[in-house]
């Protein structure tokens, strides 16, 4: 029903800013939950950020007044505004989305490096 992709990562010095996009396809995108999680070396998937189809916002503690997740639901694109990039940023970042009745479905993850 929805396919994910997500793009935007890379290498980034530590202070510094990336913009993460995933494009979606498929239809009804704007009823979807979205959100972004990261999974850091070692570590279990986290949840990162979310927004809701009402446009409602939550954020992991640790990004918070740092990260900023948006949706333009004219283009299917959620994004993930990523500013004062800290070290234990580094982790692959996931899109997800999820509806009650049509199910959740995942991208196949960016790689953020934050390096120094």
């Known amino acids: 029903q929805v396919q994910l992709v997500e793009s935007g990562g890379g290498l980034v010095q530590a202070g510094g800013s990336l913009r993460l996009s995933c494009a979606a396809s498929?239809?009804?995108?704007?009823?979807?939950?979205m959100g972004w999680y990261r999974q850091c070396p070692g570590k279990q998937r986290e949840l990162v950020a979310t927004?809701?189809?009402?446009?409602?916002?939550n954020y992991l503690d640790s990004v918070k007044g740092r990260f900023t997740i948006s949706r333009d639901n004219a283009k299917n694109t959620v994004y993930l505004q990523m500013n004062s990039l800290k070290l234990e940023d580094t982790a692959v970042y996931y899109c997800?989305?999820?509806?009650?009745?049509?199910?959740?479905?995942w991208g196949q993850g960016t790689q953020v490096t934050v390096s120094s």
């Open positions: 927004i809701t189809s009402g446009g409602s916002t």
């Open positions: 498929g239809s009804r995108f704007s009823i979807y939950n």
């Open positions: 997800n989305a999820y509806e009650f009745i049509r199910g959740t479905y």
